[in-house]
Protein backbone atom coordinates (compact mmCIF):
# COMPACT_ATOMS: atom_id res chain seq x y z
CA UNK A 1 0.00 0.00 0.00
CA UNK A 2 1.63 3.37 -0.72
CA UNK A 3 1.81 6.18 1.16
CA UNK A 4 -0.60 9.00 0.23
CA UNK A 5 0.90 12.21 -0.58
CA UNK A 6 -0.59 15.50 0.87
CA UNK A 7 1.78 18.90 -0.62
CA UNK A 8 0.56 21.52 0.76
CA UNK A 9 0.41 25.27 -0.29
CA UNK A 10 0.07 26.52 3.11
CA UNK A 11 -0.09 25.57 6.99
CA UNK A 12 -1.94 27.94 8.18
CA UNK A 13 -3.89 26.17 11.59
CA UNK A 14 -7.26 27.01 10.59
CA UNK A 15 -10.01 26.58 13.41
CA UNK A 16 -11.47 23.51 11.87
CA UNK A 17 -10.60 20.85 14.36
CA UNK A 18 -13.79 20.89 16.73
CA UNK A 19 -13.75 16.73 17.35
CA UNK A 20 -16.84 14.91 18.84
CA UNK A 21 -16.30 12.86 22.30
CA UNK A 22 -17.51 9.41 23.17
CA UNK A 23 -21.06 9.27 24.84
CA UNK A 24 -20.89 5.48 25.88
CA UNK A 25 -18.18 4.03 27.72
CA UNK A 26 -17.60 -0.18 27.65
CA UNK A 27 -15.41 -2.10 30.52
CA UNK A 28 -14.70 -5.45 30.28
CA UNK A 29 -14.80 -7.41 33.75
CA UNK A 30 -11.15 -8.53 34.64
CA UNK A 31 -11.55 -10.11 38.04
CA UNK A 32 -13.31 -9.46 41.69
CA UNK A 33 -11.27 -10.44 44.52
CA UNK A 34 -12.74 -10.78 48.61
CA UNK A 35 -10.55 -8.68 50.92
CA UNK A 36 -13.06 -9.61 53.96
CA UNK A 37 -10.08 -10.82 56.05
CA UNK A 38 -8.81 -7.30 56.41
CA UNK A 39 -11.64 -6.40 58.53
CA UNK A 40 -11.13 -9.65 60.82
CA UNK A 41 -10.02 -8.55 64.34
CA UNK A 42 -6.74 -10.92 65.03
CA UNK A 43 -6.32 -11.39 61.08
CA UNK A 44 -2.02 -9.92 60.37
CA UNK A 45 -3.84 -7.75 57.60
CA UNK A 46 -6.23 -6.34 59.64
CA UNK A 47 -7.29 -2.31 58.74
CA UNK A 48 -10.53 -1.74 60.25
CA UNK A 49 -14.09 -2.88 60.20
CA UNK A 50 -13.63 -1.85 55.79
CA UNK A 51 -11.33 -0.94 53.42
CA UNK A 52 -12.54 2.78 52.31
CA UNK A 53 -9.76 3.89 50.13
CA UNK A 54 -7.70 1.89 46.91
CA UNK A 55 -4.88 2.71 45.15
CA UNK A 56 -3.92 0.94 41.63
CA UNK A 57 -1.02 0.53 39.46
CA UNK A 58 -2.21 -1.80 36.86
CA UNK A 59 -0.43 -4.27 39.60
CA UNK A 60 0.08 -3.67 42.42
CA UNK A 61 -2.74 -2.87 44.97
CA UNK A 62 -3.40 -0.87 48.27
CA UNK A 63 -6.06 -0.97 50.71
CA UNK A 64 -6.41 1.82 53.65
CA UNK A 65 -9.36 0.99 55.96
CA UNK A 66 -12.05 2.65 57.97
CA UNK A 67 -14.31 2.19 61.48
CA UNK A 68 -17.42 1.79 60.55
CA UNK A 69 -18.52 1.40 64.33
CA UNK A 70 -19.70 3.37 67.31
CA UNK A 71 -16.57 2.41 69.08
CA UNK A 72 -12.91 3.61 68.98
CA UNK A 73 -10.52 0.94 66.73
CA UNK A 74 -7.61 0.84 65.07
CA UNK A 75 -6.91 1.38 61.38
CA UNK A 76 -4.44 0.60 58.67
CA UNK A 77 -2.77 0.41 55.08
CA UNK A 78 -1.98 -3.12 53.45
CA UNK A 79 -0.68 -3.91 50.27
CA UNK A 80 -2.63 -6.97 48.48
CA UNK A 81 -0.04 -9.19 46.68
CA UNK A 82 -1.06 -10.71 43.53
CA UNK A 83 -4.42 -9.29 43.44
CA UNK A 84 -5.15 -10.65 39.89
CA UNK A 85 -3.20 -13.69 39.53
CA UNK A 86 -3.82 -16.63 42.25
CA UNK A 87 -4.68 -16.13 45.58
CA UNK A 88 -4.35 -12.76 46.77
CA UNK A 89 -2.15 -12.15 50.24
CA UNK A 90 -1.05 -9.70 52.32
CA UNK A 91 2.24 -7.69 53.09
CA UNK A 92 2.41 -6.14 56.20
CA UNK A 93 0.26 -3.71 57.63
CA UNK A 94 1.60 0.17 58.05
CA UNK A 95 0.31 3.49 59.00
CA UNK A 96 -1.57 2.02 61.32
CA UNK A 97 -3.61 4.35 63.48
CA UNK A 98 -4.65 2.34 67.41
CA UNK A 99 -6.54 5.02 68.73
CA UNK A 100 -8.38 5.91 66.12
CA UNK A 101 -12.18 7.10 66.73
CA UNK A 102 -15.51 5.69 66.26
CA UNK A 103 -16.45 6.33 62.51
CA UNK A 104 -13.26 7.73 60.85
CA UNK A 105 -10.30 6.54 58.98
CA UNK A 106 -8.84 6.66 55.91
CA UNK A 107 -10.65 9.14 53.38
CA UNK A 108 -7.78 8.09 50.14
CA UNK A 109 -4.53 7.06 48.75
CA UNK A 110 -2.56 7.64 45.95
CA UNK A 111 -0.09 5.85 44.12
CA UNK A 112 2.65 7.66 41.35
CA UNK A 113 6.26 5.11 41.24
CA UNK A 114 7.01 3.86 44.10
CA UNK A 115 5.50 6.66 46.37
CA UNK A 116 1.92 5.82 47.88
CA UNK A 117 0.14 9.07 49.73
CA UNK A 118 -2.79 8.72 52.03
CA UNK A 119 -5.21 10.55 53.68
CA UNK A 120 -6.36 9.75 57.32
CA UNK A 121 -9.14 11.53 59.22
CA UNK A 122 -9.73 10.96 62.93
CA UNK A 123 -12.07 13.93 62.83
CA UNK A 124 -9.59 16.71 63.82
CA UNK A 125 -5.88 17.64 62.86
CA UNK A 126 -3.83 14.76 63.43
CA UNK A 127 0.06 14.48 63.06
CA UNK A 128 -0.52 11.84 60.12
CA UNK A 129 -3.32 13.87 58.47
CA UNK A 130 -1.66 13.62 54.90
CA UNK A 131 1.41 10.70 54.89
CA UNK A 132 3.94 9.33 52.29
CA UNK A 133 5.20 5.88 52.18
CA UNK A 134 7.93 4.29 49.93
CA UNK A 135 6.43 1.01 48.76
CA UNK A 136 9.42 0.03 46.11
CA UNK A 137 10.04 -3.23 48.18
CA UNK A 138 6.28 -5.02 47.66
CA UNK A 139 4.24 -6.02 50.49
CA UNK A 140 6.38 -3.06 52.70
CA UNK A 141 6.57 0.15 53.42
CA UNK A 142 9.18 2.75 54.74
CA UNK A 143 8.03 6.46 56.01
CA UNK A 144 8.71 9.23 53.95
CA UNK A 145 7.27 12.05 55.49
CA UNK A 146 3.75 13.68 57.05
CA UNK A 147 1.82 16.42 57.19
CA UNK A 148 -0.22 17.67 60.02
CA UNK A 149 -3.52 17.97 58.22
CA UNK A 150 -7.61 16.97 58.97
CA UNK A 151 -7.13 14.14 55.73
CA UNK A 152 -10.94 14.02 55.24
CA UNK A 153 -10.91 14.91 51.75
CA UNK A 154 -8.85 12.09 49.93
CA UNK A 155 -5.36 12.55 48.60
CA UNK A 156 -4.20 12.95 44.84
CA UNK A 157 -0.74 13.88 42.70
CA UNK A 158 -1.24 16.90 41.71
CA UNK A 159 0.58 17.05 38.46
CA UNK A 160 1.02 20.79 38.23
CA UNK A 161 0.34 23.62 35.23
CA UNK A 162 3.05 24.28 32.80
CA UNK A 163 5.63 21.93 34.67
CA UNK A 164 5.57 24.27 37.92
CA UNK A 165 3.46 23.51 41.37
CA UNK A 166 3.61 19.43 40.86
CA UNK A 167 3.29 17.45 43.88
CA UNK A 168 0.62 15.95 46.78
CA UNK A 169 -2.34 17.87 46.51
CA UNK A 170 -5.09 17.56 48.82
CA UNK A 171 -7.75 19.72 50.86
CA UNK A 172 -9.82 19.92 54.16
CA UNK A 173 -13.02 20.74 55.78
CA UNK A 174 -13.69 24.01 55.98
CA UNK A 175 -11.39 25.46 53.52
CA UNK A 176 -12.08 25.84 49.42
CA UNK A 177 -8.05 26.07 48.60
CA UNK A 178 -6.05 23.25 46.97
CA UNK A 179 -2.84 22.70 49.75
CA UNK A 180 0.25 21.32 47.95
CA UNK A 181 3.53 19.27 49.62
CA UNK A 182 6.81 18.45 47.72
CA UNK A 183 6.02 14.94 47.20
CA UNK A 184 9.76 13.56 47.49
CA UNK A 185 10.62 15.71 50.64
CA UNK A 186 7.17 17.06 52.51
CA UNK A 187 7.96 20.46 52.81
CA UNK A 188 4.94 23.07 52.39
CA UNK A 189 4.57 24.59 48.80
CA UNK A 190 0.93 26.24 49.71
CA UNK A 191 -1.09 25.40 52.80
CA UNK A 192 -5.09 25.52 52.50
CA UNK A 193 -4.71 29.47 53.11
CA UNK A 194 -2.21 29.87 50.38
CA UNK A 195 -3.42 27.56 47.91
CA UNK A 196 -5.72 27.97 44.98
CA UNK A 197 -9.22 28.67 45.51
CA UNK A 198 -11.55 26.34 44.17
CA UNK A 199 -15.03 26.93 45.61
CA UNK A 200 -17.97 26.67 42.93
CA UNK A 201 -19.56 29.48 42.36
CA UNK A 202 -23.16 30.01 43.70
CA UNK A 203 -22.44 27.69 46.32
CA UNK A 204 -21.50 26.80 49.54
CA UNK A 205 -20.44 24.48 52.11
CA UNK A 206 -16.70 22.87 52.48
CA UNK A 207 -17.79 19.46 53.12
CA UNK A 208 -14.95 18.11 50.53
CA UNK A 209 -15.19 14.32 50.29
CA UNK A 210 -12.42 13.68 47.68
CA UNK A 211 -9.90 15.02 45.41
CA UNK A 212 -8.34 14.13 42.23
CA UNK A 213 -6.74 15.73 38.76
CA UNK A 214 -6.82 16.08 35.23
CA UNK A 215 -2.92 14.42 34.62
CA UNK A 216 -2.75 16.33 31.37
CA UNK A 217 -4.35 19.56 32.61
CA UNK A 218 -4.23 19.85 36.49
CA UNK A 219 -7.39 20.62 36.13
CA UNK A 220 -8.91 19.92 39.80
CA UNK A 221 -11.90 17.79 40.41
CA UNK A 222 -13.85 16.95 43.54
CA UNK A 223 -16.40 15.60 45.86
CA UNK A 224 -18.34 18.21 47.61
CA UNK A 225 -20.45 16.10 49.56
CA UNK A 226 -22.09 14.11 47.23
CA UNK A 227 -22.06 16.38 44.15
CA UNK A 228 -19.03 16.92 41.54
CA UNK A 229 -16.94 20.45 41.36
CA UNK A 230 -14.43 21.21 38.18
CA UNK A 231 -11.92 23.85 38.51
CA UNK A 232 -9.79 24.28 35.47
CA UNK A 233 -6.40 25.52 36.14
CA UNK A 234 -5.24 28.52 35.07
CA UNK A 235 -1.34 28.64 36.20
CA UNK A 236 0.79 26.35 38.87
CA UNK A 237 -1.33 28.32 41.83
CA UNK A 238 -4.30 29.41 39.92
CA UNK A 239 -7.71 27.90 38.94
CA UNK A 240 -10.75 29.82 37.19
CA UNK A 241 -12.55 29.08 39.77
CA UNK A 242 -14.82 25.89 40.66
CA UNK A 243 -18.11 25.00 38.67
CA UNK A 244 -20.28 22.60 40.41
CA UNK A 245 -20.97 20.01 37.39
CA UNK A 246 -22.52 17.14 38.87
CA UNK A 247 -25.48 17.77 41.28
CA UNK A 248 -27.30 14.79 42.81
CA UNK A 249 -29.13 14.31 46.01
CA UNK A 250 -28.68 13.58 49.42
CA UNK A 251 -31.24 11.89 51.74
CA UNK A 252 -29.00 12.01 54.78
CA UNK A 253 -28.22 14.86 56.66
CA UNK A 254 -27.23 17.12 54.67
CA UNK A 255 -23.38 16.85 53.85
CA UNK A 256 -22.57 13.97 56.38
CA UNK A 257 -23.11 11.22 54.38
CA UNK A 258 -19.51 10.09 53.75
CA UNK A 259 -18.48 7.69 51.12
CA UNK A 260 -18.70 9.65 48.08
CA UNK A 261 -15.03 9.33 46.18
CA UNK A 262 -13.97 10.15 41.97
CA UNK A 263 -11.17 9.35 39.64
CA UNK A 264 -10.04 11.05 36.81
CA UNK A 265 -10.24 8.42 33.55
CA UNK A 266 -7.04 9.93 31.20
CA UNK A 267 -7.43 7.25 27.94
CA UNK A 268 -6.60 7.50 24.29
CA UNK A 269 -10.30 6.19 24.01
CA UNK A 270 -11.61 9.88 25.52
CA UNK A 271 -11.03 11.52 28.98
CA UNK A 272 -14.08 10.52 31.69
CA UNK A 273 -15.36 10.78 35.11
CA UNK A 274 -15.99 7.64 37.33
CA UNK A 275 -17.57 8.82 40.63
CA UNK A 276 -20.26 7.25 42.94
CA UNK A 277 -24.12 8.62 43.78
CA UNK A 278 -24.11 8.09 47.62
CA UNK A 279 -27.11 9.66 48.64
CA UNK A 280 -27.24 7.99 51.66
CA UNK A 281 -25.83 5.38 53.58
CA UNK A 282 -27.96 2.73 53.56
CA UNK A 283 -27.16 -1.05 52.43
CA UNK A 284 -29.45 -2.25 49.54
CA UNK A 285 -28.05 -0.09 46.78
CA UNK A 286 -27.07 -1.32 43.49
CA UNK A 287 -23.39 -1.03 41.78
CA UNK A 288 -25.09 -0.07 38.39
CA UNK A 289 -27.89 2.37 39.48
CA UNK A 290 -24.81 4.52 41.83
CA UNK A 291 -21.63 4.07 39.95
CA UNK A 292 -22.06 6.76 37.34
CA UNK A 293 -19.56 7.79 34.39
CA UNK A 294 -19.41 11.51 32.48
CA UNK A 295 -16.98 13.56 30.20
CA UNK A 296 -14.76 15.70 31.97
CA UNK A 297 -17.61 18.57 32.12
CA UNK A 298 -20.13 16.11 33.63
CA UNK A 299 -21.99 15.11 30.51
CA UNK A 300 -23.86 11.43 31.30
CA UNK A 301 -22.04 8.37 29.63
CA UNK A 302 -24.04 5.69 28.83
CA UNK A 303 -22.20 2.50 30.96
CA UNK A 304 -22.01 -1.12 29.52
CA UNK A 305 -20.06 -3.12 32.18
CA UNK A 306 -20.08 -6.53 30.00
CA UNK A 307 -21.10 -9.56 31.49
CA UNK A 308 -19.88 -8.47 35.27
CA UNK A 309 -21.63 -9.17 38.57
CA UNK A 310 -21.24 -7.36 41.47
CA UNK A 311 -21.08 -9.23 44.91
CA UNK A 312 -24.28 -8.18 46.09
CA UNK A 313 -26.39 -5.09 47.19
CA UNK A 314 -24.22 -2.16 49.21
CA UNK A 315 -23.69 1.09 50.80
CA UNK A 316 -23.01 2.63 47.72
CA UNK A 317 -19.17 3.53 49.41
CA UNK A 318 -17.38 2.88 46.12
CA UNK A 319 -13.38 4.26 46.01
CA UNK A 320 -12.31 4.11 42.33
CA UNK A 321 -8.31 3.80 41.37
CA UNK A 322 -7.80 4.38 37.20
CA UNK A 323 -4.09 3.26 36.05
CA UNK A 324 -3.64 5.05 32.76
CA UNK A 325 -0.53 2.74 31.27
CA UNK A 326 -2.54 -0.61 31.49
CA UNK A 327 -5.86 1.04 30.68
CA UNK A 328 -7.43 -0.58 33.96
CA UNK A 329 -9.57 0.10 37.03
CA UNK A 330 -9.99 -0.82 40.77
CA UNK A 331 -12.92 -0.16 42.07
CA UNK A 332 -13.00 -0.94 45.66
CA UNK A 333 -16.82 -2.16 47.45
CA UNK A 334 -16.60 -1.12 51.09
CA UNK A 335 -20.24 -2.55 51.98
CA UNK A 336 -18.92 -6.27 50.73
CA UNK A 337 -15.32 -5.72 51.07
CA UNK A 338 -14.49 -6.78 47.40
CA UNK A 339 -12.20 -5.12 44.80
CA UNK A 340 -13.45 -4.91 40.99
CA UNK A 341 -10.73 -5.24 38.06
CA UNK A 342 -12.02 -3.96 34.74
CA UNK A 343 -10.42 -3.09 31.46
CA UNK A 344 -11.25 0.08 29.28
CA UNK A 345 -12.50 -0.71 26.12
CA UNK A 346 -12.19 1.24 22.41
CA UNK A 347 -15.32 3.01 21.79
CA UNK A 348 -17.41 1.53 18.45
CA UNK A 349 -18.92 4.80 17.92
CA UNK A 350 -16.97 6.88 15.04
CA UNK A 351 -16.70 10.92 15.75
CA UNK A 352 -17.05 13.30 13.28
CA UNK A 353 -14.73 15.90 12.90
CA UNK A 354 -13.46 19.12 10.93
CA UNK A 355 -14.65 20.63 8.55
CA UNK A 356 -15.63 19.87 4.89
CA UNK A 357 -14.94 21.92 2.69
CA UNK A 358 -17.65 23.42 -0.46
CA UNK A 359 -16.73 22.12 -4.06
CA UNK A 360 -17.86 24.21 -6.99
CA UNK A 361 -21.20 23.33 -7.27
CA UNK A 362 -22.28 23.72 -3.01
CA UNK A 363 -21.18 20.38 -2.19
CA UNK A 364 -20.33 19.83 0.94
CA UNK A 365 -18.73 15.95 1.45
CA UNK A 366 -19.83 14.33 4.12
CA UNK A 367 -17.85 11.19 5.74
CA UNK A 368 -20.34 9.08 8.51
CA UNK A 369 -19.98 5.59 9.82
CA UNK A 370 -21.90 2.18 10.05
CA UNK A 371 -20.97 -0.17 12.75
CA UNK A 372 -17.71 -0.16 13.99
CA UNK A 373 -13.78 -0.83 13.08
CA UNK A 374 -12.81 -4.40 14.40
CA UNK A 375 -9.58 -6.51 14.90
CA UNK A 376 -11.64 -10.08 14.50
CA UNK A 377 -15.16 -9.66 13.75
CA UNK A 378 -15.92 -10.44 9.59
CA UNK A 379 -19.06 -7.58 10.06
CA UNK A 380 -19.24 -4.94 8.01
CA UNK A 381 -17.59 -1.22 9.23
CA UNK A 382 -18.69 0.92 6.38
CA UNK A 383 -17.43 4.50 5.55
CA UNK A 384 -19.51 6.61 3.82
CA UNK A 385 -19.53 9.58 2.17
CA UNK A 386 -22.42 11.40 0.95
CA UNK A 387 -23.33 15.02 -0.91
CA UNK A 388 -19.99 14.41 -2.96
CA UNK A 389 -19.76 16.34 -6.79
CA UNK A 390 -21.31 13.66 -9.03
CA UNK A 391 -19.46 11.98 -11.98
CA UNK A 392 -16.38 12.74 -9.48
CA UNK A 393 -13.04 10.22 -8.89
CA UNK A 394 -11.74 10.45 -5.16
CA UNK A 395 -10.42 8.22 -2.58
CA UNK A 396 -10.96 7.67 1.22
CA UNK A 397 -7.58 8.31 2.92
CA UNK A 398 -6.83 7.49 7.10
CA UNK A 399 -3.82 7.72 9.20
CA UNK A 400 -3.09 6.84 12.85
CA UNK A 401 -0.82 9.88 14.04
CA UNK A 402 -3.40 12.03 15.18
CA UNK A 403 -5.78 14.64 13.56
CA UNK A 404 -4.89 18.10 12.24
CA UNK A 405 -6.29 20.95 10.57
CA UNK A 406 -4.25 23.25 8.04
CA UNK A 407 -5.79 24.31 4.74
CA UNK A 408 -5.69 22.41 2.18
CA UNK A 409 -4.61 25.39 -0.57
CA UNK A 410 -4.74 29.35 -0.62
CA UNK A 411 -8.67 30.10 -2.15
CA UNK A 412 -9.77 26.73 -0.97
CA UNK A 413 -12.50 26.46 2.04
CA UNK A 414 -11.16 22.46 2.57
CA UNK A 415 -8.94 21.35 5.27
CA UNK A 416 -7.12 18.59 5.64
CA UNK A 417 -7.68 17.05 8.67
CA UNK A 418 -5.59 13.68 9.01
CA UNK A 419 -1.98 13.91 10.29
CA UNK A 420 0.73 12.50 7.71
CA UNK A 421 1.77 9.85 7.12
CA UNK A 422 -1.38 8.82 5.42
CA UNK A 423 -2.73 5.56 3.34
CA UNK A 424 -4.94 5.30 0.42
CA UNK A 425 -7.30 3.10 -0.26
CA UNK A 426 -8.57 2.12 -3.92
CA UNK A 427 -9.46 5.16 -5.86
CA UNK A 428 -13.42 5.34 -6.75
CA UNK A 429 -16.19 7.18 -9.17
CA UNK A 430 -18.82 9.02 -6.80
CA UNK A 431 -21.49 7.96 -9.09
CA UNK A 432 -24.78 10.37 -9.65
CA UNK A 433 -25.17 13.42 -11.52
CA UNK A 434 -22.36 15.75 -12.67
CA UNK A 435 -22.79 19.34 -11.56
CA UNK A 436 -24.93 18.21 -8.73
CA UNK A 437 -24.50 16.83 -5.21
CA UNK A 438 -25.46 12.80 -6.03
CA UNK A 439 -22.09 11.52 -5.87
CA UNK A 440 -20.80 9.00 -2.86
CA UNK A 441 -17.90 6.75 -1.77
CA UNK A 442 -18.70 3.87 0.30
CA UNK A 443 -15.96 1.49 1.99
CA UNK A 444 -16.20 -1.55 3.90
CA UNK A 445 -13.30 -0.83 5.99
CA UNK A 446 -12.81 -4.34 7.58
CA UNK A 447 -13.44 -6.51 4.47
CA UNK A 448 -11.09 -3.95 2.52
CA UNK A 449 -8.24 -4.56 5.52
CA UNK A 450 -8.52 -8.10 5.41
CA UNK A 451 -6.67 -7.89 1.64
CA UNK A 452 -4.21 -4.90 2.43
CA UNK A 453 -0.98 -5.68 4.22
CA UNK A 454 -2.22 -3.38 7.38
CA UNK A 455 -3.22 -4.97 10.41
CA UNK A 456 -3.88 -2.70 13.77
CA UNK A 457 -4.18 -3.73 17.25
CA UNK A 458 -7.41 -3.38 19.12
CA UNK A 459 -7.57 -0.27 20.75
CA UNK A 460 -5.34 1.54 17.57
CA UNK A 461 -7.08 5.07 17.02
CA UNK A 462 -7.72 6.03 13.04
CA UNK A 463 -8.19 9.17 11.34
CA UNK A 464 -9.98 9.39 7.95
CA UNK A 465 -10.75 11.76 5.41
CA UNK A 466 -12.12 11.47 1.36
CA UNK A 467 -10.37 13.50 -1.64
CA UNK A 468 -11.97 14.23 -4.29
CA UNK A 469 -11.74 15.87 -8.14
CA UNK A 470 -13.01 19.28 -8.72
CA UNK A 471 -11.35 20.67 -11.42
CA UNK A 472 -12.41 24.19 -10.91
CA UNK A 473 -11.50 24.43 -7.40
CA UNK A 474 -8.71 25.56 -5.82
CA UNK A 475 -5.84 22.60 -6.40
CA UNK A 476 -8.33 20.86 -8.73
CA UNK A 477 -9.84 18.98 -5.51
CA UNK A 478 -11.93 19.33 -1.92
CA UNK A 479 -11.92 17.54 1.01
CA UNK A 480 -14.63 16.07 3.25
CA UNK A 481 -15.15 16.90 7.07
CA UNK A 482 -12.64 14.37 9.40
CA UNK A 483 -13.96 10.90 11.07
CA UNK A 484 -11.98 9.80 13.84
CA UNK A 485 -12.63 5.84 15.31
CA UNK A 486 -10.95 2.78 17.16
CA UNK A 487 -10.17 -0.68 16.22
CA UNK A 488 -12.09 -2.70 18.92
CA UNK A 489 -11.89 -6.20 19.42
Known amino acids: MSTLKLTLAAVLLAPALVAQTPTSTTFTHLGTISVFSTSTVGAPEFIGTNPSAVAWNGSRLWLAGFRNSGSAGAVGIVEVLNPLSGTPSYGTVFGFEAANPALRGYSGLDIQGNSLVAAYDSGAAHPNGITSWNVSTPGSATSQWAQPARGASGVSFDPGFGGVDFGTGWTSFNVARRALNNSATGTVLYDTTTGFNFQATGTTGTLWRDTEFDADTGDIYLRKENDVVRAPRTGGNASSGGTLIVSLPESGTAGFTAGQNIAYINSPYGDRLIFNDRPDGSNVQDFFARVLVTTPTGQP???NWGSFTPVGLSTAWYDFSWDAASGTLAVLDFGTRAVYFFRLEPPTESFSYCTAGTSTNGCNATMSATGYASATQASPFTLNVSNVEGAKSGIIFYGFNGPTSQVWNPGSSSFLCVKSPTLRTPSQGSGGSAGSCTGSFTLDWNAW??????????????????????????KTTNLSNGLQFFVSP
Open 449 to 474: LTTSSNSYPVGTPLWAQSWYRDPPAP
Open 301 to 303: HTV
